[in-house]
């Protein structure tokens, strides 16, 4: 499955705390951001069902797009 995340993740630093946070809670799937747009978007490859809940943290906010 794809997913597709709308984030605030805006800086360097957003961006390294997203990856080790993924890196942990999904070690094996695929993912990447788009910081050039407007939405932050954050994509995700795996077969594991996610869900906003999984990714909820306390530096940066994402919104499951559809």
Not at 17 to 26: G, H, I, K, S
């Amino acid at each position: 499955m794809i997913y597709v995340f709308k984030t605030t993740v805006d800086s360097k630093s957003k961006l390294e705390f997203a990856n080790a946070l993924l890196q942990e809670v999904l070690p094996d799937a695929l993912w990447n951001f788009d910081l050039e747009d407007c939405d932050n978007i954050l994509r995700i490859e795996c077969e594991a069902e996610i869900t906003e809940v999984a990714l909820k943290n306390d530096i940066f906010d994402c919104i499951e797009l559809e």
